[in-house]
């Protein structure tokens, strides 16, 4: 079976334009923008309701989350899973669908799955630190213009290309 | 017209759901290759589609709020923690130009047939149980250089939310001018065909 041709990406305009547009949908049919981040402590929390009751009810930071007692009762988890449809649908519409692990031309797979959870670490921390992520922060903050994710988008642009920099070897 | 409504379905909420995994999977923004060239300065499709997308939002959210149809000040904005958001923002930047993803794109990615995303995953969960035990020592730092709540950058600077849009918007077209200059020096954008052929 030979692979479909891929089709090209939409450009930055149009793709920028329809994520605006479904980022102010959400503000007002929710009141609130799109999100991600808090989707993983959700679950989190919960796994750690499972696995260590006590010790994820004491904790000052996941006892906060366990209001809703089970990630299908957030908003977050029903957004996701629509992200996860939408991707899907769209790279097999567009023939983008592929079975990978994507590296740069000079890692391996072996290093690519290391550097893929170190930097999932960080960004683990980072988004619990920051209290969200690149959409709830970034793009949600934005716009309704907080001051806080202007704070945030210029901290993470600043110790991306910082970081690529030392380390641009992993991709480029 | 009375925005923001108060109890979206789940219909509704999976349906915004798929047109952004829809539009972050159409951009590119699905593939950390693509995401991490922006850092590299080579692809600047993460600074275009961001802003536009925060212009475009910062737009109908301001017209609707002047048709009087929207209760802005019932609308999420996040409070500033200075270092918190400052070294967390930071941490994100550093984990997205080594982890090759952010949140939100791994989710995206993953269900576009990278296996790669699920690592990021697995560190992610594992960075969040560390905050959890930290959370205690790191409380303090909420404390200083915390904001007024919802405070915006109008509310900041007293300038009216009209010259604001203006100013961003101006700043997205500068973005567009300078993403092109380096871009055209430095290997250019990366394309689904050079994903799909691994070049």
């Not at chain 1, 890692?107 to 709830?136: N, P």
């Not at chain 1, 970034?138 to 213009?145: E, F, K, Q």
């Not at chain 2, 405070?151 to 600077?157: K, P, V, Y």
Request: proline share 4%; glycine share 16%.
């Amino acid at each position: 079976m030979t692979e479909r041709k891929p089709r090209e990406f939409f450009p930055p305009l149009a793709a920028g334009a329809g994520l605006g547009l479904t980022l102010m949908g959400m503000f007002l049919i929710s009141g609130h923008g799109l999100g991600a981040s808090g989707f993983f402590t959700n679950m989190l929390a919960w796994l750690g309701t499972l696995a260590a009751p006590d010790w994820t009810e004491m904790n000052s930071y996941l006892g906060n989350y366990l209001g809703a007692t089970h990630p299908m009762n957030s908003w977050l988890s029903w957004e996701l899973a629509g992200a996860a449809i939408g991707g899907l649908a769209g790279s097999l519409i567009a023939g983008r669908f592929r079975f990978k692990i994507e590296r740069g031309p000079h890692t391996s797979a072996g290093a690519r799955m290391g550097f893929a959870v170190g930097g999932g670490i960080l960004s683990g921390f980072g988004a619990s630190l920051a209290g969200g992520c690149t959409s709830s922060l970034g793009l949600s903050g934005g716009a309704v213009l907080a001051v806080a994710s202007f704070v945030f988008l210029i901290a993470f642009f600043a110790a991306g290309l910082l970081v690529a920099a030392l380390a641009g070897r992993i991709w480029q | 017209m009375n925005f923001p409504l108060e109890n979206p379905g789940i219909l509704v909420l999976v349906l915004a759901g798929v047109l952004f995994g829809y539009f972050i999977e159409s951009a590119g923004l699905s593939s950390p290759r693509k995401l991490t060239a922006q850092f590299a300065l080579r692809d600047w499709t993460v600074f275009r589609v961001m802003f536009v997308a925060i212009v475009v939002a910062a737009i109908g959210l301001w017209l609707f709020d002047v048709a009087g149809w929207l209760r802005f000040d019932a609308l999420k904005i996040p409070t500033m923690f200075f270092w918190a958001m400052a070294l967390g923002g930071a941490l994100l930047g550093a984990g997205m130009a080594i982890g090759g993803y952010c949140p939100g794109t791994s989710v995206v990615g993953l269900f576009a047939g990278r296996l790669d995303a699920l690592f990021f995953m697995l560190g992610m969960m594992i960075g969040m149980t560390v905050f959890a035990f930290s959370y205690d020592s790191l409380e303090p730092l909420y404390q200083i250089g915390k904001g007024p709540a919802g405070q915006t950058l109008s509310g900041l600077t007293g300038l009216p939310t009209w010259l604001w849009l203006l100013v961003l918007a101006g700043m997205a077209w500068g973005g567009f001018l300078l993403g092109t200059w380096f871009e055209s020096r430095r290997g250019g954008k990366i394309s689904a065909k050079d994903l799909a052929s691994g070049s």
